[in-house]
């Protein structure tokens, strides 16, 4: 009896030995990383490349006019200053852009 279960956990280790050794270095890469390498630097950066250069091109073309100034209640309320300059402009302000409570600097 002894010498069956020995004879079984024998064969069984192997199995498992050779299979875990087997699944350790057969996997390996194959190449495949130079596959994707590849695709990197011929297929995604000259995408990346267009996508930039046709959004540069579309804005260039474009004319962008100011949407005129409507005072509506809702929009720029300044419930508290803004602890920087005179308190109503924004962080980030641009003036030929963002409009105060009062309407475009440009205006006045």
């Known amino acids: 009896m002894t010498s069956i279960l020995r004879r ?10 050779r299979a875990s050794s087997h699944a350790a270095t057969a996997g390996g890469h ?10 990197s ?8 490349a267009l996508g930039m250069l046709n959004a540069y091109l579309a804005h260039q073309e474009e004319h962008h006019e100011r949407p005129p100034f409507v005072p509506y209640e809702y ?12 308190g109503q402009k924004s962080l980030f302000h641009n003036p030929h852009v963002n409009a105060l409570p009062s309407g475009y600097e440009d205006d006045h």
């Open 8 to 17: 079984a956990a024998i064969s069984f280790l192997k199995t498992n030995a």
């Open 30 to 39: 194959g190449g495949g990383y130079i596959l994707w390498k590849r695709m």
């Open 41 to 48: 630097f011929f297929v995604a950066f000259p995408a990346i």
């Open 75 to 86: 929009m720029r309320i300044r419930t508290k200053r803004f602890p920087w300059g005179d």
